[in-house]
């Protein structure tokens, strides 16, 4: 567990460095109102490909799986650091967040393999935690070298980390690859329509997923390009804004394993998230501090939501469900393809602040979703 927690917290650095950054960087070669459009193609081949997750992982096994990934990702951050041409930067990208998604939903298999019924709360807090330390240090990291050498240079950093994963996975010795079952996505949803509970986090899931996808992709040009912050501020207000993820993650795991609802924590999670959403529309200056106690307030509730869920999902899922797995994953490159083309459609119409609208709605509706439908 200790060398898996190690490779996560690498991974997801290297995802993390330019998560609010490709967003401005994918502006400068097309027009900012379709950037969004390149995450719904990169999404949708994500899509395609786990829908492949069990026979892949039944053929070659979940190490040779992880380290083939990796490698594709390296080279493509590679591309992206060092390319010019817009068609090589929008094929690197797409290529960049498909092996993201596949590398993420290899390493839920990894942790399943290890980890232990009875404390599964404390060991996905711990784990969940160890991923958003990576958040929350990389907007600072990411301020900083950007101010010093440039948009492209974030990609390179994270070329180094893909290779130090990489290396990791070859020398590390992790417990062999278990039988997987084998079940068509078509069974799977099947399995999903007969199961209230997992049908249920499985929506809570996605309308997580969606306010990640806005607001990764749509805050940072919001905060550059329209209230006028520059990338140092940014990576200040960003970092606070991150830090519930790790002051959270523990704490909640052990929580429920004491007894306390996931149900409840979810639904106030909701709550918390969807005010917190709509007091992003009061915001009318240029101020540090507020953009940033706002902005932690979303993600206080988001890390309520996030921790509570993946335990919920865990609890009530195998090991050898690969495929429920992979449909639980599918929610962010569903919510990718979704969430960029509700918004495109909606800043043809109307102002950029209709997007904080939009998320306060559907807040609301997940508060809703998971005290209606969540069994305790």
């Known amino acids: 567990m200790k060398r898996l927690y190690i490779l996560a917290f690498i991974f997801t650095l290297h995802i993390a460095l330019s998560g609010y950054v490709n967003s401005t960087y994918l502006s400068e070669f097309i027009n900012e109102n379709y950037v969004g459009l390149l995450y719904t193609a990169g999404s949708l081949v994500t899509l395609i490909a786990f829908s492949y997750s069990s026979e892949i992982l039944a053929k070659i096994g979940d190490r040779k799986a992880i380290i083939l990934g990796v490698l594709i990702n390296f080279i493509t951050l ?5 390319a010019k041409t817009p068609i090589l930067i929008i094929g690197a990208f797409i290529a960049f967040m498909v092996t993201n998604s596949i590398i993420m939903l290899l390493l839920d298999v990894f942790f399943e393999h290890l980890e232990d019924g009875k404390t599964i709360g404390n060991m996905r ?9 990576a958040w929350l240090v990389s907007p600072v990291l990411s301020g900083y070298i950007i101010s010093v050498y440039g948009h492209a240079s974030i990609y390179i950093v994270a070329s180094v980390l893909a290779l130090l994963m ?3 996975f070859f020398i590390a010795r992790f417990p062999a690859s278990r039988k997987y079952l084998k079940i068509s996505f078509f069974k799977a949803i099947k399995h999903l329509n007969g199961n209230k509970n997992i049908r249920a986090i499985v929506g809570v899931n996605f309308l997580l997923q ?3 996808a806005i ?4 805050t940072p040009i919001y905060l550059i390009d329209h209230i006028g912050f520059d990338w140092e501020t940014l990576g200040i207000i960003f970092t606070i804004m991150l830090l519930p993820f790790i002051l959270l993650g523990i704490p909640v795991g052990k929580i429920i394993d004491k007894g306390v609802s996931e149900k409840k924590l979810i639904t106030v999670g909701f709550i918390v998230m969807a005010l917190a ?10 101020t540090i501090i507020l953009w ?7 993600r206080f509730g988001a890390a309520l939501v996030e921790t509570a869920s993946e335990i919920y999902f865990f609890k009530r899922s195998e090991v050898t469900d690969t495929d429920i797995l992979s449909i639980f994953r599918d929610m962010s490159p ?13 800043l043809l119409i109307f102002p950029f602040k209709v997007l904080f609208i939009l998320i306060t709605i559907l807040m609301f509706f997940g508060a809703l979703l998971s005290r209606v439908w969540l069994t305790k």
Do not use: H, R
């Not at 940033?292 to 979303?298: R, S």
């Open 215 to 218: 607001m990764v992709i749509y």
């Open 277 to 286: 959403t709509f007091c992003l529309l009061l915001i009318q200056t240029k």
């Open 166 to 168: 990489l290396s990791g």
């Open 210 to 212: 969606f306010f990640y």
């Open 78 to 82: 590679l591309v992206l650091g060092f």
């Open 125 to 133: 807090g711990i784990y969940l935690s160890v991923t958003n330390l």
């Open 292 to 298: 940033a106690i706002i902005l932690f307030t979303t």
């Open 334 to 346: 569903f919510a990718y393809i979704v969430a960029p083309i509700t918004a495109t459609l909606l």
